[in-house]
């Protein structure tokens, strides 16, 4: 005899058992199904309640009870926060850009951060929250750097400009890994238009991480390792 069988010989009950046992095993089943079956009706009743509510004020649905409802609320505070401050940085940093190409690229990031600040903003009234700005010591820090990282480079040079594409590459890796973890959960939470909102903001933040590798590689870099 093979294990398997052995194994199956020991669990398996008598036929003595098997009448005293199984009926009440699944006497509890059966009032259990119903019991749950009951709720089950009872909560799509309210959550298709609390859809026509969310479809009539043009929101997703919000279980607003949930751990993670909070904790995704949470981040887009936080990342509205960083991107009021993104957009400040950028509008000083782009005069401080040495070549053309540069300034260009983050003037268009400028432009780009103001919609995305306007989506964030639609994002909390699909949810039906107040758009709030919870502080966000990490891009305080990582603005602080660049900031650091500019002043340490003579001004007019295209060390400037490798210093300033380093700097915004931290930012945009630091917008890249919120926004990914952001659209998962908006995904995971059923809030699909919310996610295809956030997905939109991270396609715009890897392209500029992309433009700026493009920019520093194709001549920033070269240029200022002649000065
Ligand atoms: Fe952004
Ligand atoms: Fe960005």
Redesign the pocket.
Known sequence: MNQKDKNSEKTAPSKSEESTIIPVEENKAVAGKKQQSANETNDSAQETDKQTDAKQNGMEKNNSHSELEKFFLDALQDIYY??GK?EESLAKIKQKATSEELQEAIED?EL??KK?ILRLEKVFKLLGEEAKKKKCDAIDGILKEVDEMVKSTKDGSMTRDVAIIIGSQKVEHY?IATYGGLVQIAITLGHEKVADLLET?LD??EETDYLLTEIAEEHVNFEAAEE
Request: charged share 35%; aromatic share 0%; proline share 0%.
């Open positions: 960083a991107e993104i990031h780009v951060t995305q917008e903001t715009e933040e």
